[in-house]
C-alpha cells in the first residue's frame, strides 16, 4: 500500500514508530522493528515525509500494525538536503496529522500533500505551496473562509474596490453594512482576496511556477496564521521552528 510517513518516533533502543497517511484507509499507526539497527534496510522508509510502498500486518481497525516490507518511491532529495524545504515538509506533514481525525480516510488529502511535497522537491515558492495546502485543509476540514458573499448577511460580493472587509471571527470578508457589528475586522487588498479564492479553486496536483510579491505573501501569511489558530483549534510545534527558518532566510 502506497502512504507518506507523517509521523516517526522512535522506540526503544532499535525499533521505530511511524504513522502512514494512506489514500484508502487514512492514517494507519505501524510497529517498524529493528529500524534503528545499522545498516537497517528500514531506515529510510521510516523517515518523516517519505513517500512509498508498504506492506504491513495489522489485526484489527483500532489496534497497531507491524510493517513486514518497504520500498521507498520518492524520498524527496532535494528538500532533505534543503534545511528551509525541510522544515516546511515538517511543517506539511504535522499539519496534515492533526487536522485529519483518527480513521478518516481521504485521497483527496492523500493526492494534495503528495503534491506539496513533490512541489516543494522541484523548487517551487514553499510559502505558496504552504498557503495552497493549508486552503485544502480547510476546505477538507469544512472550516474554509467565505470569500464569495458576506459572511454576516449572505449578500453576495462580486464587486470589489482597492480594499475588502475581512473579519477571521466572522468568518470571511464581510460588506460594507457590516464591518461597523464585526469583531477582529481588518481591511485587505482586493488582490489578496482574489488570490485566496485561487487558492480554493486550484489543485496543487496542477500548478505551474508560482509568482508572488512580497506584500501579498506578508498578508496570506498573517491570514492564514489568524484563521488557522482561530478555526483549527490545533498548536503545531513546527511552527516556531519555521518561523525561525524563515526569519534568518529573509
Not at 533502543?13 to 487514512?26: A, K, Q, R, W
Not at 522508509?45 to 507491524?66: A, D, I, P, W
Amino acid at each position: 500500500m502506497e502512504g507518506i510517513v507523517i509521523r516517526s518516533v522512535n522506540y526503544g533502543e532499535n525499533h521505530v514508530i511511524i504513522t502512514l497517511l494512506t489514500s484508502n484507509y487514512g492514517k494507519i499507526g505501524l510497529m517498524v522493528r529493528g529500524a534503528k539497527k545499522t545498516h537497517s534496510r528500514y531506515a529510510g522508509v521510516t523517515q518523516l515525509y517519505t513517500y512509498g510502498e508498504y506492506v504491513f500486518y495489522k489485526s484489527s481497525q483500532n489496534g497497531m500494525g507491524s510493517m513486514n516490507q518497504g520500498e521507498i518511491l520518492n524520498i524527496f532529495r532535494f528538500v532533505r538536503n534543503d534545511l528551509r524545504m525541510s522544515t516546511y515538509a515538517a511543517y506539511f506533514v504535522e499539519m496534515v496529522d492533526r487536522l485529519l481525525q483518527d480513521g478518516e480516510a481521504s485521497d483527496f488529502v492523500f493526492q494534495q500533500l503528495k503534491a506539496a511535497l513533490e512541489a516543494l522537491n522541484e523548487g517551487k515558492d514553499p510559502q505558496i505551496i504552504a498557503h495552497l495546502l493549508e486552503m485544502k485543509l480547510y476546505q477538507f476540514s469544512g472550516i474554509a473562509p467565505t470569500m464569495e458573499a458576506c459572511a454576516v448577511c449572505g449578500c453576495e460580493m462580486t464587486q470589489f474596490k482597492i480594499e475588502v472587509g475581512w473579519s477571521v471571527s466572522a468568518g470571511g470578508i464581510v460588506c460594507p453594512a457590516c464591518q461597523s457589528r464585526t469583531s477582529q475586522f481588518v481591511m485587505i487588498p482586493t488582490g489578496v482576496v482574489h488570490l485566496m479564492k485561487i487558492m480554493k479553486q486550484i489543485d496543487l496536483r496542477h500548478i505551474g511556477e508560482i509568482t508572488v510579491k512580497l506584500e501579498t505573501k506578508q498578508w496570506l501569511k498573517q491570514i492564514n496564521r489568524q484563521w488557522f489558530d482561530l478555526h483549527s483549534g490545533v498548536h503545531l510545534k513546527t511552527r516556531p521552528v519555521l518561523d525561525q527558518i524563515e526569519t534568518s532566510y529573509h
